[in-house]
Structures are given as structure tokens and as C-alpha cells.
């Protein structure tokens, strides 16, 4: 991924930014295999140096997993298309268009976790993360627990970050006048996810 200096996320904002994009891409490429898996999965990230999720326990990815385990977990959000007319202050006839977006690729060591006690553990802190009422009860691997029977169903996974390339692209080169511009037309398309691209537009200017 290209990140050009205007576009460079500090440790602080990308960390901010994950702690409510919790849905991304898990990618594992195995060992002397053609293509990765892909999966898409919610995950809880701790702020610091892990993330933690689970995942069926039919899903393509854990032999690539079990033969390398590294993987890579990307995000990408607040996007939103920037029209060739918008993105100059010239002749809007001859103006190129751009994306923008946020997105954070983290590469990390995978641990696989099956036993039923450590595997409860994560679900229930996975589940506390997304459901911060309490409401539903936590998880357990004891016999007498009805999660009991569903939890060799799936396996969790804790992965550990071990370097991180976040770029927010929004109009960093852009002039003040440019910017406020863009922010207006996006202001009346209304589009989806445009305010969403538009705080962050407003926000790194």
C-alpha cells in the first residue's frame, strides 16, 4: 500500500480509529499456496498489541493457518468517491477523480485456541466488547453450560500485532480552499458514508 506523507496515521490515531472499526479482513497465505483465504470477521482489539476472534470451525482458513502462523487483518472504512469535478480547481472538465478512505493493515503471529476453557475465555471477551450491556450471560465451558455443546463448533484466535501500515487519504495535499470545496460537495450529496469522510476530512485538515 502506498502511503504518501500527507496520508500517514499517527500510532495514537490509528489506535483510536480500531477501537470502533471492528470488522475486517483476515488474510492467510499457508505455505507454497497460490492465493490466500480471505474471511471476513468482527474482532475485539485491545488498544494495545492484540486482537482476539473466532471463527467456524469448517472455514478454509485454519490449514493455512497451521502451516504459517502469521496473518494479515485489514480495515477499511469512511470511504467515498471524490468526483473528477470536485477534485480540482481548474477546468472541472479535465479534474481526476479520487477515494477517499481510512484503512489499517495489521501483521501479526496467530494463536489458535481450541481448549474449551481458554476458548470461552476469548468469546466471552469478544462478547463483552460488542454487547457491553451484560445482558447475555457469559460464556462457559462448564458441563452444566449450554455453551458447552456449541463450543467445539468454532476455534479462537489471538493475534498478536506485530507491524501496522494505516493510511487516512483525505485530501492531505490538498489547500485550504480545495478542501473546503470537497467538504461542501460532499455536504450536498449526502451520500452514504459521506459524512463519515467528511469529519475526517475536517478533522486532519
Avoid: C
Amino acid at each position: 500500500m502506498l502511503i504518501h506523507p500527507w496520508d500517514a496515521v499517527a500510532d495514537a490515531e490509528w489506535r483510536d480509529w480500531l477501537s470502533t472499526h471492528d470488522f475486517g479482513q483476515l488474510i492467510a497465505g499457508g505455505a507454497g499456496r497460490d492465493l490466500p483465504v480471505v474471511t471476513p470477521a468482527h474482532f475485539a482489539f485491545d488498544g494495545d498489541d492484540t486482537v482476539i476472534t473466532h471463527l467456524a470451525r469448517p472455514n478454509p482458513i485454519w490449514p493455512l493457518l497451521e502451516e504459517h502462523p502469521r496473518a494479515l487483518l485489514t480495515v477499511v472504512d469512511d470511504y467515498t468517491y471524490i468526483r473528477a469535478d470536485w477534485n480540482t480547481a481548474g477546468d472541472p472538465a479535465v479534474g481526476v477523480p479520487t477515494s477517499y478512505y481510512a484503512t489499517v493493515q495489521l501483521e501479526g503471529d496467530v494463536r489458535l485456541v481450541d481448549e474449551p476453557e481458554a476458548k470461552a475465555a476469548l468469546l466471552d471477551k469478544q462478547l463483552r466488547h460488542f454487547e457491553t450491556d451484560g445482558a447475555r450471560a457469559r460464556v462457559s465451558a462448564s458441563p452444566e453450560s449450554s455453551d458447552r455443546r456449541l463450543l467445539p463448533g468454532i476455534r479462537g484466535i489471538e493475534f498478536t500485532i506485530t507491524g501496522v501500515r494505516a493510511k487516512f487519504k483525505f485530501g492531505g495535499n490538498k489547500t485550504a480552499e480545495d478542501r473546503e470545496r470537497i467538504g461542501s460537495k460532499l455536504t450536498e450529496r449526502d451520500g452514504r458514508l459521506d459524512r463519515e469522510a467528511l469529519a475526517q476530512l475536517r478533522r486532519r485538515g
